[in-house]
């Protein structure tokens, strides 16, 4: 509870909507006896299907994730692997599975298009302000962050609040999920356009590299399934229609452990990191699928563990090298927030945790060790490297090609922000700070950096000027 009272002191907004939510938080946390700020379970509204969407359950899904039962009915009849709790990490090689390898997709190209920024808008809203600017008070938002010597931040556009993932299309333009269910797009002068609705607590959409295929991750409306969808001809606001690829997977805990960002790999495979269903391990036994990332073909059919051991971690990124990387949220007790390295076929630690009502680690059992330890509480969420070809000339942040940037999502001092590592993780250091609640980031065509903020629904663009 301390720790709530910490939270909410340092995180003085006086909006109506976000007193709403921390009103909403509390009790959420208080029922939950989760006395952390991991992403919090803002208030669900209604889900509002419309008429552009029309989820497709009789269309193609995967023979055997079609059962109502949300547990039971994911298919794994093709994984190989196994992760006997007593034994040590499969082998890389052994992590590939049976499945074909398939071909690495060309990279995205966006169009170049120079980005231009948008008028902040004027000061209308009708609520109280505090210590924070109001929430359309973009020029007081963008005046806040602060950037390293060279660099410059700048508003771009704002939509609702609560954006939990954003990625550009193969057009251009910024997509933007939305967690009450909505997906909008933004083009490069700012302007947003709705593009579709009808989900449930969205938190991830990725596009298929060199596809128009949009997928997204969100949860069944009972809370008690997490869905990955596929949107064909996705950048074409016509087309509109999304189709569940699997759902029935295994969900969900508190307001954020589901489904979360969908990455796609070098190898052409889709992953999705599943969070634990419950807090420390608690809630036994164990889902063979939950505290994973999962990998999936595009196309649907098996779904299959590629690690374990990973209690949230919201998002997941590879460098040049191929290397994976995600940071995880850790349980309620507080032990540091994990930067890892995602290792194929290994463990990496939940649910293991040093707390009097946790499970003691397998004596055989090895855990691979984070790189880095973050800060306690702070909710590592959205995660990029930085790969931009426009950062090959050393034209635009100049010297930071693969490194990897990551959001502090919670309101706990010392987040809000976010934090650089340097190629392969080796040293970690921040970046941007004076964020509200910084959920996502990711490169754009121009080498620009981009956050989207959840709380002020407010897009930056971190623009290297020399
Ligand atoms: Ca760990
Ligand atoms: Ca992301």
Redesign the pocket.
Known sequence: MMAILAILATFKIHMRRLRQLIIFLLIALSTAACARPVPPSSTPPAPQPTTTMAPNTATAQPPSATTTDPIASVTTSAVTLTFPTETPPLAAATATSSLATLTPFPGLTPTSAALNPAVPPAGTGDYECGDYPCFDDAEAWEARINVPPGFEARYLAQVEPHPTSFTFGPDGLLYVARQEGEILTVDAGGRVAPYLDGFYHLVSIAFQPGTDRLFAASRGEGDDEAIIWVIENGETNGASTARKLYDGLPCCYGGWHQANGIAFGPDGYGYVPLGALSDHGERAPLHPLEATILRFHPDGGSIEPYAR??RNTFDITWDSAGRLFGA?NMPDHGPPE?F?EILPGAE???PYYDCQTCTPTPPDLE????LHDLLAHSAPTGITTYLSEAGDTGDTFPGYYDNIFLTLWSSVPGAQKVIRFSPGGETMTDFATGFAAPVDVTVGATGSLYVVDWATGIVFEIRYVG
């Open positions: 051991g990973l995880d994990e890892n990496h630690g939940f855990i691979v060790p984070p």
